[in-house]
């Protein structure tokens, strides 16, 4: 038997298309984006302006699938880590950040990872898959806060730019008016710099980027993550200098700051030396120990030296809250637990 063809993660080019396909009056695709998107139906059967008949045919080849978190963890600050199930006996994971007028979700866009970034629990875990567009969007849909979401992050498990045709649906489905209509500067997309596809997502999205950079020197770089390699970090800043960064886009450079690796003041020196005619700011990222890891955070003050050093010099730099610490242990530690059992 052929499987059904989940609704749910479709555009409006590709609903028009089964309209085409399935001989439907065209302005049925609109119909059906308002029920997916709009009113968040849970199945066909709800989209009661489709005529019955329309409804029948629909379901003989197609369904509206979408699955709810199989666990969570809520921390006392009351970040939340939910767990989804993507396949036999593998799980990704979304972290929902509440914080004053905000409420961001960080989500997944692979499962495992391969660009192997030292660090990284999810990087050590390897690659397993792919996320569809369906099963990033479901991540968004599918926990009790989806409807205050106000911020969407692709920084948790996997490299979006390694994925990017389902990341670039599910940013179509979010910022389209036939969507969610979510404004795309609530929206940052998280690289280690994967060039060609900077490209591509400059030209195909209005969202803000983010680029772990983490060190500014390549050899040290390259120690810490293997895609310096292919893609090093000098060609990336060549390339994002080519794009206007002086309207509402915003570009910033996460920098995890570990203990005597890049704390140091000729790394931050460095740092000004290759931003500084740049539009960007700096993240700097508290770095929390775990297992198998050899490298170790820093004290506050040391991240608070490291951030004065940079804004003096005129980087617009901020220490980024550490939020769900008891929960959080590393992106990546809940999925792999649970394959595991
Ligand atoms: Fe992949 Fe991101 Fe981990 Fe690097 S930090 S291995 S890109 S998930």
Same mark, same amino acid.
Request: one cysteine or more.
């Given at each position: 038997?052929?499987?059904?063809?989940?609704?749910?993660?479709?555009?409006?080019?590709?609903?028009?298309?089964?309209?085409?396909?399935?001989?439907?009056?065209?302005?049925?695709?609109?119909?059906?984006?308002?029920?997916?998107?709009?009113?968040?139906?849970?199945?066909?059967?709800?989209?009661?302006?489709?005529?019955?008949?329309?409804?029948?045919?629909?379901?003989?080849?197609?369904?509206?699938?979408?699955?709810?978190?199989?666990?969570?963890?809520?921390?006392?600050?009351?970040?939340?880590?939910?767990?989804?199930?993507?396949?036999?006996?593998?799980?990704?994971?979304?972290?929902?950040?509440?914080?004053?007028?905000?409420?961001?979700?960080?989500?997944?866009?692979?499962?495992?990872?391969?660009?192997?970034?030292?660090?990284?629990?999810?990087?050590?875990?390897?690659?397993?898959?792919?996320?569809?567009?369906?099963?990033?969007?479901?991540?968004?849909?599918?926990?009790?806060?989806?409807?205050?979401?106000?911020?969407?992050?692709?920084?948790?498990?996997?490299?979006?730019?390694?994925?990017?045709?389902?990341?670039?649906?599910?940013?179509?489905?979010?910022?389209?008016?036939?969507?969610?209509? /979510?404004?795309?500067? *609530?929206?940052?997309?998280?690289?280690? &710099?994967? $060039?060609?596809? +900077? !490209?591509?997502?400059?030209?195909?999205?209005?969202?803000?980027?983010?680029?772990?950079?983490?060190?500014?020197?390549?050899?040290?770089?390259?120690?810490?993550?293997?895609?310096?390699?292919?893609?090093?970090?000098?060609?990336?800043?060549?390339?994002?200098?080519?794009?206007?960064?002086?309207?509402?886009?915003?570009?910033?450079?996460?920098?995890?700051?570990?203990?005597?690796?890049?704390?140091?003041e000729h790394?931050?020196?460095?740092?000004?030396?290759?931003?500084?005619?740049?539009?960007?700011?700096?993240?700097?990222?508290?770095?929390?120990?775990?297992?198998g890891v050899?490298?170790?955070?820093?004290?506050?003050?040391? /991240?608070?030296?490291? *951030?004065d050093y940079?804004?003096?010099? &005129?980087? $617009?730099?901020? +220490? !980024?809250?550490?939020?769900?610490?008891?929960?959080?242990?590393?992106?990546?530690?809940?999925?792999?637990?649970?394959?595991?059992?």
């Amino acid at each position: 038997m052929v499987p059904k063809t989940n609704l749910f993660g479709l555009t409006l080019a590709d609903l028009q298309q089964i309209c085409n396909n399935e001989k439907m009056p065209k302005f049925a695709a609109k119909q059906m984006a308002d029920w997916l998107y709009k009113k968040r139906s849970n199945s066909i059967d709800e989209m009661t302006n489709l005529s019955l008949k329309v409804r029948e045919q629909l379901k003989e080849k197609y369904v509206l699938e979408k699955s709810l978190p199989v666990d969570s963890q809520t921390s006392v600050d009351g970040t939340k880590k939910y767990l989804f199930a993507v396949g036999k006996n593998e799980y990704i994971e979304s972290v929902y950040i509440p914080d004053k007028d905000r409420a961001t979700l960080c989500i997944s866009s692979q499962i495992g990872c391969k660009m192997g970034c030292r660090f990284c629990v999810t990087g050590k875990q390897g690659f397993k898959g792919n996320l569809t567009a369906a099963q990033i969007l479901n991540q968004i849909f599918s926990i009790p806060e989806s409807s205050a979401l106000t911020n969407i992050v692709y920084m948790g498990m996997g490299e979006p730019f390694d994925n990017f045709d389902a990341v670039l649906k599910s940013i179509q489905v979010l910022t389209s008016e036939w969507g969610v209509a /979510m404004s795309p500067r *609530r929206i940052t997309v998280s690289t280690v &710099g994967v $060039i060609p596809v +900077i !490209r591509d997502f400059m030209e195909k999205t209005e969202c803000h980027l983010a680029v772990s950079l983490h060190v500014p020197f390549g050899d040290k770089r390259q120690e810490l993550m293997p895609m310096q390699k292919p893609y090093p970090h000098t060609e990336i800043l060549r390339l994002l200098k080519k794009y206007d960064w002086s309207g509402q886009r915003r570009l910033s450079f996460e920098y995890i700051v570990f203990k005597n690796f890049n704390d140091d003041e000729h790394s931050a020196r460095k740092l000004v030396e290759i931003l500084k005619h740049l539009r960007c700011r700096v993240n700097l990222i508290r770095f929390h120990s775990s297992e198998g890891v050899p490298l170790e955070g820093v004290a506050d003050d040391k /991240m608070i030296a490291f *951030r004065d050093y940079l804004t003096n010099e &005129g980087i $617009i730099c901020t +220490i !980024r809250a550490s939020r769900g610490e008891d929960i959080m242990a590393a992106c990546g530690l809940l999925a792999g637990k649970k394959a595991d059992e």
